[in-house]
């Protein structure tokens, strides 16, 4: 712990200038009752309850003379009077620094510092309550640099201190500065591209009003903030239970079985979900590099990558029809032991491509030879509520049918796996 004297800029540090209650040293031990009742009402001035004190050095030594004596606790008490008598007491004439009277850094002077001067004089400890480490300093009073406190009446400030007083005000737009002279901060503003911390808008830029983002992520539809971490996980095979009102995710997922396969530049396929799942829409998602993506409503938009997300029926709600209309080589019913779904279902077809560039792969993901998975194989998410509560004994789930996959020039072979869509190299 550091003990800090009041320090002027460029100065070599030293005792503050010493004042007196009169024009002799210490006059005030020797005068009369008279004189004493004369400067107690009119000659001493006080220090204003809102300014704190300083650990002295030595402990208590108010009047600035490198000395603690009686002189001191006169200084305190006159102080104490003081501060009874006005309500907005001035510095008081006798201590050498501003606040020296508050000897337990509390904001006021009271008559508990006097006491805590006549502990100093007589070089008795502090109380353990006042002062825990014993090192005749008040634990109030304690300041260093680097204790994550910009204690200014300490002669902390930005350019001595500057790791407990930071100049950044968090603020993008201002070029943030500390005065080597003043100690203080000052801003200037800074045009030019930003970050207004929304993961919702692209293109930030600097203006009279801050950081705005200049354009929205998503294609014109609502956007929710996702985790970067997060937006880069997919999960395998869509079954779901849970209870009523739920909201449940199921990935769309698209790679190859080697780095040397083709690169898919488009698909289709058709989608069917058993009850009591209820379709909400369909979600891509977008990320300018930072810690935070963007989830966005992409049916019937464009996904990231500038793909067209074509879905039919062409409404949400669509997808939710009263009777079960998928085909019936699709339906557990008519004996189909594949992947099939029990009545009732929703359905959807859905086609992801993009005619404005041939060469624009949806994604670039595929399978090591380890089994391991090499860049994000996450399409699209499909998402939907439980209309009921489900049981994990009887989930409800959701499986992806007549697909078909492209390269720029022909169609790839492939084929569905727990809800995969791999495509295998072309032959």
Sequence with gaps: MTRVFRVQFG?????????????????AVFVSP???ICALIFCATVVSPQS?????????DINGDGHTTVVDVQCALLTVLGTLLADDPPPAFCAAQPGGADMDCDGIVTVGDAMLVI??????PLPVAIDENGDQCADGCATECGDGVCNTNASENCWLCPTDCSCDDKNPCTLDNCDPVSGQCFWTLSLGPCDDGDPCTDN????????????????????????ASVAGQYTVGCTFWGNKGDVVDCDLLLYRTSPSAYLPIGFQVYIAFEKPLHFISIYGTFCTGG????????????LAGGHDVSPGPPTQEAWNPDE????????????QSAECVDPPCGFGGLIVATLTDLWQEITSAYLAPDGSMVGNP??????????????????????????????????????????QIVVFPKK
């Design 119 to 124: 502990h100093f004089t007589l070089k008795t």
């Design 204 to 227: 930030d830029q600097c203006g009279a009003q801050g950081c705005v983002g200049a354009t929205n992520i998503c294609p014109d539809t609502t956007c929710t903030p996702v985790s």
């Design 324 to 335: 079960c209309p998928a085909p019936a080589n699709l339906l557990c019913s008519s004996g």
């Design 52 to 60: 704190l004190a300083l650990c002295l050095d030595p402990p208590g």
């Design 291 to 302: 810690p935070v993506c963007a989830l966005c409503d992409v049916f019937g938009k464009k």
């Design 34 to 36: 008279s004189k004493v």
């Design 11 to 27: 100065a070599k540090f030293a005792a503050p200038k010493r004042a007196h209650i009169f024009s002799q040293p210490h006059s």
């Design 378 to 419: 996450k399409v699209v998410t499909l998402r939907f509520q439980l209309d009921s509560d489900t049981d994990v004994s009887d989930p409800a789930k959701v499986i992806f049918a007549n697909v078909v996959v492209t390269d720029a020039s022909a169609v790839l072979p492939s084929t569905v796996i727990q809800n």
